[in-house]
């Protein structure tokens, strides 16, 4: 005899809940990817720059991709490298996040090539 139908659409919904609680219990080692793309664990890097304003960059590396996540106006952005002769080059939209050892610079390419950076002087804390 066949259940009827209120029993089955709730047998359904507790097994679609822990289907779904399944899916985001992952092992504690597990490391963060997008789209099969893994990555080591971020690291978060707190910038202080002229003007006494402050950045804070999260660092996602792979061998083959490396991402950068930054908060600006209260968005979080993500950033991508792109080519660069030395240091680290990230992109997103109108913003080129600049790197080269513990010092990093924000530039708005839309202001003009000559522009001061919208974060100059940039410096990881420690």
């Keep these: 005899m066949a259940k009827p139908l209120p029993v089955r659409r709730a047998a359904l919904m507790a097994c679609a809940a822990l289907l779904a609680a399944a899916s985001f219990t992952a092992p504690a080692q597990a490391r963060p990817g997008i789209d099969g793309v893994r990555f080591?664990?971020?690291?978060?890097?707190?910038?202080?720059?002229?003007?006494?304003?402050?950045?804070?960059?999260?660092?996602?590396?792979?061998?083959?991709?490396?991402?950068?996540?930054?908060?600006?106006?209260?968005?979080?952005?993500?950033?991508?490298?792109?080519l660069?002769?030395?240091?680290?080059?990230?992109?997103?939209?109108?913003?080129?996040?600049?790197?080269?050892?513990?010092?990093?610079?924000l530039q708005d390419v839309t202001q003009g090539e000559n522009a001061p950076p919208v974060y100059a002087n940039c410096r990881a804390q420690r």
């Design 40 to 82: 080591d664990p971020p690291i978060t890097v707190h910038y202080r720059c002229d003007d006494d304003k402050r950045l804070t960059a999260r660092y996602f590396n792979s061998a083959d991709n490396q991402i950068a996540i930054l908060r600006l106006d209260g968005k979080p952005l993500l950033f991508v490298t792109v």
């Design 84 to 105: 660069s002769a030395s240091g680290a080059r990230y992109a997103h939209g109108q913003h080129v996040w600049w790197t080269k050892g513990d010092e990093a610079m």
